[in-house]
């Protein structure tokens, strides 16, 4: 955008060259250069502003784009098996771990432990109505896997700021 701004120096030449070629032969030049100086701190003004207001454009479009993903992962998350995938994928990782509490939520129940109980006969699935569709937390006595869809959108944010600050868009 800021290609787009007049620098005072340019808008001053272009008043001399139209107003030289407006006054009759012989007449004085008007001086324009202190009106020019006076518009120069203006124009760094709107320079600055105007960066700040794409450096602010930039992180929200980044924080809405992470908004419209959760919503729609949501939205479709019960019918994609989401909690069922993400606590395979977890599961899958903590094989030699004992005494495992898989909790999922309400909606997800039924389909997660039609899903795991052939393949994990000893994980306890419960029901948690504190989780949304999607959501699971897998707890044992080494470790806890929170897997809910908020505190992964949440570290896509992180990563996100992270990028923001090290590369300019």
Request: glycine fraction near 2%; aromatic fraction near 2%; charged fraction near 25%.
């Amino acid at each position: 955008m800021n290609e787009h701004l007049i620098s005072a120096q340019t808008l001053h030449e272009w008043r001399l060259r139209n107003e030289s070629s407006s006054l009759p032969t012989g007449a004085p030049v008007p001086d324009t250069r202190s009106e020019t100086l006076k518009l120069e701190p203006i124009a760094a003004s709107l320079s600055a502003r105007t960066r700040r207001l794409e450096e602010t454009l930039s992180a929200q479009a980044g924080n809405l784009a992470i908004e419209i993903a959760g919503a729609f992962i949501r939205e479709h998350a019960l019918d994609s098996g989401l909690a069922q995938a993400t606590a395979l994928q977890e599961l899958k990782r903590l094989s030699q771990t004992e005494n495992i509490l898989l909790r999922v939520s309400v909606q997800d129940l039924t389909q997660v432990e039609a899903a795991l109980r052939k393949a994990y006969p000893s994980v306890s699935i419960e029901a948690d109505p504190s989780l949304s569709a999607g959501d699971c937390v897998i707890e044992s006595a080494e470790t806890t896997v929170d897997a809910r869809l908020s505190r992964r959108l949440e570290q896509v944010r992180r990563e996100l700021r992270t990028f923001q600050n090290d590369e300019p868009w």
